[in-house]
């Protein structure tokens, strides 16, 4: 005999009970689509910085933010919000690294502000002191918001929500003493699934954050790959890319799609490599015209302080990483 009877679930997380009352109805203007890159290059670009620079690790999540940071630059009208059925731009390359919190019941993340214009090093310190904190609950904002979902009663949460949604982003009313940091999602989300052994996912784009790009990073995988005309095995990585058609066409998509496979499949060019030095602070060597060969196989760059400096050859990739 069929059983009929199903069990109401009632211990649920913050984010379980949001999610609740985001989706109604498709009506929604998501598009899909998937990103295949090798990482050949980006897994030797990685494991040159950390073993250059101290502080947090570098990863492959790092470098994604990174990556759609120059795609949004280069196409300022993606960078945007829509409010009141009008397109607003932001003033900023910010984007969203999603997290998983409390031994992974819970999802919560951190916005970094102005990627585009920090080095690799300084997205992945800060990331980590933001998720630090959070994940020790000292961060006062996501606490407050936490409190402030819980304290709703769940039959009243959608409507609340919406309300919240239309005060701050139509509205533009600070409610940051609730916790709610203005525009707090930025342009892009970033979240890696790696961790739970996923190769490949779509995410749908979530409608309260006003965000019109959601990527999906998978797990690094040994694939098939033409190199140089030849059949040979790489580390390979699947984005899942979910964007908002209200802002960025077929048009756009494949220009930024463009612009993150090339910045991923060779980092040293499109980021470049930082170190850190306790006399001179951070040095970014950068893909610029004005970039001048030596006889060596290096490059002479100028760094933070103004002073030219020569940058030893960058070793070939390899694929044991």
């Not at 959601?214 to 699947?238: N, S, W």
Request: net charge positive; proline share 5%; glycine share 8%.
């Amino acid at each position: 005999m069929i059983n009929r009877t199903f069990r109401r679930a009632t211990d649920l997380s913050s984010w379980r009970r949001i999610s609740l009352h985001l989706w109604r109805h498709p009506r929604d203007p998501s598009v899909y689509g998937n990103l295949e890159i090798n990482m050949r290059r980006a897994c030797e670009y990685l494991r040159l910085v950390n073993e250059r620079t101290g502080g947090a690790k570098v990863t492959v999540t790092h470098l994604v933010a990174k990556a759609i940071a120059r795609a949004l630059a280069a196409h300022p009208e993606a960078n945007a919000i829509i409010a009141r059925r009008s397109i607003y731009y932001r003033p900023t390359v910010d984007v969203f690294c999603q997290v998983a919190t409390e031994g992974g019941k819970d999802l919560s993340g951190v916005k970094i502000c102005s990627v585009d214009r920090k080095s690799i090093t300084e997205v992945a310190d800060e990331l980590a002191q933001r998720i630090d904190r959070l994940q020790r609950r000292a961060d006062a904002g996501s606490e407050r918001t936490k409190r402030t979902v819980l304290a709703v009663p769940h039959r009243l949460l959608g409507p609340v929500l919406r309300v919240i949604e239309f005060l701050s982003y139509d509205l533009r009313i600070d409610l940051s003493r609730f916790g709610i940091e203005f525009d707090q999602f930025g342009a892009a989300m970033v979240s890696n699934v790696a961790g739970f052994g996923l190769a490949h996912g779509l995410a749908p784009l979530v409608p309260a954050t006003r965000t019109p790009i959601v990527l999906l990073v998978g797990k690094i995988q040994d694939r098939p790959v033409v190199e140089e005309g030849r059949l040979a095995i790489a580390p390979c990585l699947t984005i899942g890319c979910t964007f908002d058609h209200r802002l960025i066409d077929g048009y756009q998509a494949g220009a930024m799609a463009q612009i993150v496979t090339e910045t991923m499949a060779d980092p040293f060019r499109h980021i470049g490599l930082p170190t850190r030095s306790s006399s001179a602070g951070d040095r970014i060597v950068l893909d610029q015209p004005g970039t001048t060969s030596t006889g060596d196989g290096g490059s002479t760059y100028t760094d933070r302080t103004g002073q030219s400096t020569e940058e030893e050859p960058l070793p070939g990739s390899t694929a044991d990483d």
